[in-house]
């Protein structure tokens, strides 16, 4: 199987006065190409530390990473920073749009940042994410003006602007109600069945049930996983494993 993410024996410590805290303990794992994974797990478990190292946001105090053949531990700030705006997209809890920039600025700016020579393209390819997120008719309005659900749309829009080879969310519907988290859920489905490699940190089954594949930490350890599809059994292993 061609593995996207391989992750071995990681681990990572903080530092906190003269206490140590372990917040991932030898955690393996591997996801492959087009795959969808939930991790799930409760607070403190270490799951959004897992999502921040698979990304390239925080480096570990030791076992490896490599995303699309990138070996990120051994990579220095400036070659993650590359490696990030050309192969992940993130999606966040809370969005974080910019404010005092139009929807479709917010769109294009990742795009711009890695490169600002086919401005065109960039248009259009933003147009067309939107179009096919369903905000089009909100592409000249600022995020503030928008619904949760809304600002989420674009929220991934902005992270598939530069096709990602892997788009992580943490807590994607954590800040939306029923209605728009459904929302978001399909659509990031759909991209998965187009091919769309998704890691997702959700504290919610039913979230979770969208995946194909769910990943249980407790205490920065790895000590399950089961198929995707069944919100109620889910629940009930995370309840096992808590």
Known sequence: MNHLVEVADLTKTYQIGDVAFGALRGVSMAIAAGDSVAIMGPSGSGKSTLLHLIGGLDRPTGGSVTVDGYRLHMMDETALAKFRRAHIGFVFQ???LVDNLTVLT?????ALLADRRDKK???RRATDLLEKLGV???????????????QQRV???RALINR???LLADEPTGNLDSASGHQVLDILSEFNQQGQTILIVTHDAVAAARARRVLFLRDGRLVGHMPGGDARRIAQRLTDAG
């Open 94 to 96: 809370f969005f974080n």
């Open 106 to 110: 917010n769109v294009e700016l990742p």
């Open 121 to 123: 393209r960039i248009r």
């Open 136 to 150: 089009a008719d909100q592409a000249g309005k600022y995020p503030w003006e928008l619904s949760g659900g809304q």
């Open 155 to 157: 929220a991934i829009a």
């Open 164 to 166: 990602p080879t892997l």
